[in-house]
């Protein structure tokens, strides 16, 4: 089994990312896009280099000292990164003397990650807490995440995943039933809609959630309630019947937030949200009620 995976932060003291008190793991690797997405250094399934213009002297030392030819400097002195190109050897990071480059993304044991995870087990059993797998997309290392399950299972640590449920079902219906708990994205009931907030359609995701409702196993469907894309009333009587007809009982509410923003420059990415406001419990009132109306335990 694989025990290697690629991780780009282990935060401790989360909570947001499940009940009580706990540490989540963010692997890197998503099958989505989503013009929205807090973590965009999380899509690829590899090591990236951030660039921060501010810092940059210039001096063209990272184009000179990669091997793969993945860097290059246009004549604004704008570094580019390539990253079909770029093998995360991390020289490039190394030898700047300015330090404007940094990297997010490395290659873990499970054993270094169950490490970091037991340092807080106290935290665990007094607040309910526990460990929770997010990304990225999770299920996108499967291997690795079931070693790591595993081994937490030892320890009887709470487990829960934070997913797109854009997963093949077999993998799915494999790694699901682990957990203690699934935190699951529904981000539109329309699939040429879900489409074009995310670039994939949505009913792979619909046939997993009711497959994960079905089964008994603990699913909490989560909304991020996205401005121009899901927020309108219509969209939320849409979202409310498909979670009656997948037998989902209670919702949560993520609203919009500008939490990523600076890491799409550092990424070189242009950022569709740029300027948006960022949305509140209380711009969602109306909103929620859709839902409790609907029989849904809707909450934030």
């Known amino acids: 089994m694989q025990t290697n995976g690629i991780v780009f932060n282990i935060q401790k003291f989360s909570i947001h990312d499940g009940p009580g008190i706990r540490t989540t793991v963010f692997l890197k690797g998503c099958p989505l896009r989503c013009k929205w997405c807090a973590n965009p250094e999380s899509q690829l399934s590899q090591v990236q280099i951030l660039y921060d213009r501010e810092k940059c002297v210039h001096c063209g030392t990272c184009t000179h000292v990669c091997p793969n030819h993945a860097i290059s400097m246009e004549d604004d002195g704008y570094v580019n ?5 770029c093998i995360g050897c991390l020289q490039c990071v190394k030898n700047c003397p300015a330090k404007a480059l940094s990297y997010e993304g490395e290659t873990k044991d499970v054993e270094e990650v169950i490490k970091v ?3 807080d087990i106290d935290f665990y059993e007094e607040s309910g807490g526990g460990v929770t797998i997010s990304g990225g997309e999770g299920m996108v ?11 937490l299972k030892e320890h009887k640590i709470h487990t829960a995943i934070e997913t797109t449920g854009y997963i093949k079902e ?7 039933p682990m957990f203690d708990l699934l935190l699951f994205d529904v981000k539109h009931y329309d699939s040429n809609k879900h489409y074009e907030g995310t670039h994939v359609h ?6 997993n959630l009711a497959w994960a409702i079905s089964q008994g196993i603990e699913v909490l469907p989560r909304i991020p ?17 498909l979670l009656n007809k997948v037998s989902a009982k209670k919702v949560q509410l ?4 500008q939490f990523g923003e600076n890491k799409y420059h550092l990424l070189g990415k242009t950022y569709a949200y740029e300027n948006v406001k960022a949305l509140h419990p209380e711009d969602l009132i109306d909103y929620q009620q859709i839902f409790l109306d609907a029989g849904v335990d809707c909450f934030f």
Do not use: M, T, Y
């Open 81 to 85: 990164v390539d990253p079909s190109k």
């Open 117 to 119: 995870c037991l340092q």
């Open 141 to 151: 290392q499967p291997d690795f995440v079931k070693a790591l399950l595993a081994k």
């Open 170 to 176: 077999e993998i799915f219906r494999e790694l699901s």
């Open 202 to 207: 949505n009913e792979q995701i619909i046939e």
């Open 225 to 241: 309630v996205i401005p121009d894309f899901n927020d309108s009333l219509d969209d939320a009587k849409g979202i409310a019947a």
């Open 254 to 257: 993520l609203p919009f937030h």
